[in-house]
């Protein structure tokens, strides 16, 4: 009995530990290493030449515009993310299959295309061109454009995040409160959010990675003039293209960073959320 | 204060969850809705709290129009089917919800708030119990937990969504007394909700019978168990077995040795008994019709007859009711 289990089990096992060692393979090659070439080649000048690297002019303004850029389209995809999840999670209404789709559009839709539409619409040649040239109102090739675009490809991360949290909670404690007499308010500050806390917080902070890292979109947009339209993603292309390789990739440590942060910051939450959400 | 629902209608979609409900509530009393499940008991008990609106008809409360004000202006205290407590504060923090959120000329000190859920905490018998999250509460200690954050605010009315209906068959019995018990104490309208024809038989004042959307019957339990309007309530409020087209009770089966001389009697075969209970519980089948038919007789009666499955027996029901189709 003990010898034949043995036997049952010896093939799995081999097979397990391929697989694994696979997977393990691969995510060096594909994660590790890069991620570790990332930081040798920023510092192969020394921290001296890193530090100069960051600090210059244009690299300060690009990192300057993806923090105004980022400090826009987070705080307002919360708003926008609570606002479709709580219209989702908690009412039934036609088009809201449609509109849950819609959210999705974000993450189906090529940056690049997202870039475009924005040029499409507000672009000289665009639909609504002529009406704000006439305005002097310029959002292709400038700033306002570069947030459009990160808020729209950033959309779905918070409502996403909180649609199927929110259903899963359901109302019904929401009711008590309101029967205890709280006031809309008072029910939102003191029952939903902290219930949906831990998973409002994984959305910001995925999507404030994408909004930082974003490149697709905003490259279309930002018409990369150096030292007022160029985000981190574009100033580490600009320095690379021109050969310049230790700085572009100091630049982009400073991504890599955030991402590493990121990644900490989601296993916290994952792991809160779900000692939650239960 | 009383309740009075006139009229009421609801309907999702082509479904109508509510077709014309009219009832009354005194001050005082304990009512409950019974029906089976979709029968737009729970659906009346929210439209009653504010939590839904009708399609029409009014919600007058302390005879007063409250059809359209909101459910944080009615003073209705309302016990949740699962609950539904904060799961991030605790029981105390729980209980206290209501006067927190007070309007400030309104909101009681914060030593009154404490006195007052700390009276509330020894009152459901949970007061060592404060600091805890609804997480670490047995079933029944959550639902004594959801009783008393909806009395914190002290309301006028008590609405209670299937209270017992997540707990084991011990906790039910126990929990349901002391709520008869609070109930006396506090001198409000209490409706609560069940699909369970002896809890609101034991516990009401009186009892709605709910089917379809629909009272069917209303009065004290003693009314509806003995004169039942129609077939449904008469079938819903016990079990019955179908004799020659008319209702009857199975311990109104009488049951006899083969050539008894009662005149209504029937030739049945014994075909299963059930002898665990107070009462002994007997499956027949007409020999004539080929029916299936329930009866249950006292254990005395049992032991004289010594009934044995296959046994060849007379039947005949004592009270037979004929219900107009």
């Known amino acids: 009995m003990n010898a034949r289990r043995r036997i049952a089990d010896s093939e799995p096992r081999l097979l397990r530990w391929s697989i694994i060692s696979l997977a393990i393979a691969l995510t060096i090659l594909f994660i590790v290493l890069p991620l570790a070439a990332v930081f040798i080649q920023a510092f192969n000048k020394g921290w001296s030449f890193w530090l100069a690297a960051i600090s210059e002019t244009n690299a300060r303004s690009a990192i300057e515009l993806s923090l105004l850029v980022t400090a826009i389209a987070v705080p307002l995809n919360v708003v926008f993310g609570l606002a479709a999840a709580w219209t989702i999670a908690r009412f039934r209404f036609k088009g809201r299959d449609i509109l849950l789709t819609l959210i999705d559009i974000p993450f189906g839709v090529s940056p690049v295309v997202s870039g475009l539409i924005f040029v499409l619409v507000f672009g000289a040649q665009g639909w609504l061109g002529p009406w704000l040239a006439d305005r002097d109102i310029q959002i292709v090739f400038a700033v306002p454009g570069i947030v459009l675009a990160t808020v729209f490809v950033t959309f779905p991360f918070v409502a996403r995040e909180l649609i199927p949290l929110m259903q899963a909670q359901g109302s019904s404690e929401e009711e008590a409160a309101i029967a205890l007499g709280a006031t809309g308010w008072q029910m939102f500050r003191r029952v939903t959010l902290p219930n949906i806390k831990w998973g409002l917080l994984y959305g910001v902070v995925l999507c404030t990675a994408r909004a930082l890292g974003e490149f697709g979109a905003v490259s279309v947009v930002s018409g990369h003039i150096r030292g007022l339209t160029n985000t981190i993603p574009l100033h580490v292309e600009i320095l690379y293209n021109e050969y310049n390789y230790t700085a572009a990739f100091a630049v982009a440590s400073l991504l890599s960073v955030v991402a590493v942060i990121t990644l900490g910051l989601k296993k916290l939450l994952e792991w809160k959320t779900r000692e939650v959400g239960s | ?325």
Do not use: C
């Open chain 2, 1 to 325: 204060m009383s309740i009075e629902v006139r009229n009421i209608r609801r309907n999702f979609g082509a479904f109508e969850a509510l077709r014309d409900v009219s009832l009354r509530v005194e001050d005082g009393e304990l009512f409950a809705l019974l029906g089976p499940s979709g029968s737009g008991k729970t659906s009346l008990l929210r439209i009653i709290a504010g939590l839904e609106l009708p399609d029409g008809g009014t919600i007058r409360l302390n005879d007063e129009d409250a059809t359209g004000s909101p459910a944080r202006d009615r003073q209705v205290g309302f016990v949740f089917q699962h609950y539904a407590l904060f799961r991030h504060m605790t029981v105390f923090e729980n209980i206290a919800f209501g006067l927190r959120v007070k309007r400030s000329r309104d909101r009681p000190a914060d030593s009154v708030i404490r006195r007052k859920v700390g009276d509330l905490l020894d009152l459901i018998q949970l007061t060592q119990l404060g600091d805890r999250y609804p997480a670490q509460l047995s079933g029944g200690q959550r639902q004594r937990v959801a009783l008393a954050r909806a009395l914190a605010v002290e309301p006028k009315v008590l609405l209670l969504d299937e209270p017992f209906g997540a707990l084991d068959a011990r906790v039910r019995k126990e929990l349901r007394r002391w709520l008869r018990r609070l109930h006396d104490e506090l001198h409000v309208a209490s409706v609560f909700v069940t699909h369970d024809r002896e809890e609101a038989l034991e516990v009401a004042d009186r009892v709605a019978i709910m089917n379809h959307g629909r009272i069917e019957q209303t009065g004290t339990p003693a009314e509806v168990y003995d004169n039942p309007a129609n077939a449904f309530v008469y079938e819903f409020l016990g079990d019955v077995t179908i004799f020659d087209g008319g209702y009857v009770r199975p311990h109104d089966v009488e049951i006899s040795r083969r050539g008894s001389p009662t005149p209504a009697a029937v030739p049945a075969t014994v075909r299963f008994i059930v002898a665990a209970g107070a009462v002994v519980r007997v499956e027949l089948l007409r020999e004539d019709t080929e029916a299936a038919v329930e009866a249950e007789i006292s254990r005395e009666h049992y032991r004289a007859l010594a009934l044995r499955i296959g046994d060849r027996v007379d039947i005949a029901p004592r009270h037979a009711r004929i219900f107009p189709a």
